[in-house]
């Protein structure tokens, strides 16, 4: 598999994982929280839009997160291989991405979705909160993320199961063990 999407709960291990599977693939690692919080530190004009979502832990618009996904598929890198990683979010998202890849003659090979469960996500976010310095890591605004991912998100599961393109991974225990569930998968 060289064309992929990793999703999963907010503090279900996305980012740790998705470093490690788009070195595996050897693939552009398109992380839209990633690019979101550059254009922040940036304080590009995208950057000033996004905060405002990102801060109450909401989403920043389709219309807004799909140009921007546009722009990076549509770079030389990508070609090859790609994980997706925070996108898409919405069906809306999921669209868009289809259009996009279609256009580019490409498709996802597979959707690596971490599983979790919900008290461990939480305890495990605050622990994050407070290393990472994250404006959206509080407990309010992370368990505002879980409701959303829960009502906008889990969705496309759905979605990419009736594909036959979905591959639910335990997310529990050490990113290593959880690296290495994932790894099966992918080199099938
Ligand atoms: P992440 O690092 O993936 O948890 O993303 C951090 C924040 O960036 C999210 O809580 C959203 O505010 C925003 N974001 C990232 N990806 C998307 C997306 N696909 N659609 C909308 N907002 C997004």
């Known amino acids: 598999m060289k064309r992929l999407l990793i999703m999963g709960p907010p503090g ?3 980012g740790t994982q998705a470093i490690s599977l788009a070195s595996t693939i050897n693939g552009a690692h398109i992380s839209t929280g990633d ?10 004009e995208l950057g000033k839009i996004a905060k405002r979502f990102m801060d109450n832990g909401e989403y920043v618009p389709d219309e807004v997160t799909n140009a921007m996904v546009k722009d990076r598929l549509n770079q030389d890198d990508v070609k090859e291989a790609f994980l997706l990683d925070g996108y898409p979010r919405t069906l809306d998202q999921v669209h868009t991405l289809d259009e996009i890849l279609a256009e580019l003659g490409s498709s996802l090979d597979g959707v690596i979705a971490l599983t979790v469960d919900s ?4 305890e495990r976010l605050l622990e994050r909160a407070k290393v990472s310095g994250r404006t959206d890591d509080t407990e309010v605004v992370i368990r505002h993320r879980q409701t959303i991912y829960t009502s906008e998100t889990a969705p496309l599961l759905d979605v990419y199961r009736e594909r036959g393109i979905l591959h639910e991974i335990d997310g529990m225990g050490t990113p290593e063990e959880v690296g290495a569930r994932i790894s099966a998968v992918v080199n099938r």
Do not use: M, P
């Not at 690019?35 to 590009?44: D, H, K, L, P, Y």
């Not at 008290?119 to 939480?122: G, K």
């Open 35 to 44: 690019i979101f919080r550059a254009n922040v530190s940036g304080e590009t």
């Open 12 to 14: 279900a291990g996305k």
């Open 119 to 122: 008290e461990e996500l939480i």
